[in-house]
């Protein structure tokens, strides 16, 4: 006698499959705009994986609209909600921050504020990129339980007693800590890329983002930031937009 196949909620299922977030899937099915085997569904329905799940095209046509915007953070601002009298990044997403360089054809609206969250946190004294996104997918990609995307940073440090060249003080055993072998809250952390790109200068990549991470790691074996900057994420660069301003993501580009 061969198992049942396993049955999940519609809308886990629908983020699975990459159609949408969990949000958007239940949205899409409060409205009407999800069948299954042909049939309009009802929320909360559970499939298995033979099940055929089709999405009206007013729902893609909404997904099309939404917009994900990269910001160069300056320091100062919190990445989510308002916190301790502290601005959250959103309220730089305007008219008047938009980089005039950008090669998007999208032009700025109201509604593009609507829903736009941060797909993962820069602490209020770093700065460099921060993906603000309406779009499920994109959240997912970069902050879901799953997700393996680069995160890049460029770090500035000090250690202990030494006013310039922390390189020639800093321990290789240390290094190789940084790299692999640190815990955090009790957790083991997965293996990072972390090399000096100058005397003063660490280049950290991660594929996790706790809250306050390289600096804790930095804490843990001697050494104080000084200054953070994230520089990529996945395939997604700074480059060069100006601090405090932001543009759209391209429709060509992917993390």
Known sequence: MTDAPALSRLNKRMAELGLCSRREADDWIAQGWVKVNGQVAEMGVKVGPADRIEVDRKAQ??????????????????????????????????????????????????????????????????????VLT??????????????????????RVSYGPVAQNSQAAFPREQLARLRHGLALDGQPLKPAQVEWQNPEQLRF?????????????????????????????????????????????GPHERF
């Open 61 to 130: 046509n909404q997904q099309q609209q939404q917009v994900t915007i990269l910001l160069n953070k300056p320091m100062g601002y919190v990445s989510g909600q308002a916190e301790d009298g502290h601005e959250p990044a959103v309220v730089l997403i305007n008219p008047r921050t938009h980089w005039r360089e950008d090669p998007s054809r999208h032009r700025f609206s109201p509604p593009q504020l609507r829903g736009l969250a941060p797909a993962g946190r820069l602490d209020i004294d770093s700065v460099g990129l921060l």
């Open 134 to 155: 309406q779009d499920g997918r994109v959240a997912r990609q970069l902050i879901g339980e799953d997700s393996e995307i680069e995160k890049e940073y460029l770090v």
């Open 205 to 249: 990549v991660l594929t996790e983002g706790k809250k306050r991470q390289i600096r804790r790691m930095c804490e843990l074996v001697g050494l104080k930031v000084v200054g953070l900057k994230r520089i990529r994420i996945g395939r997604v660069v700074l480059g060069n937009l100006p601090v405090g301003l932001w543009r759209y993501l």
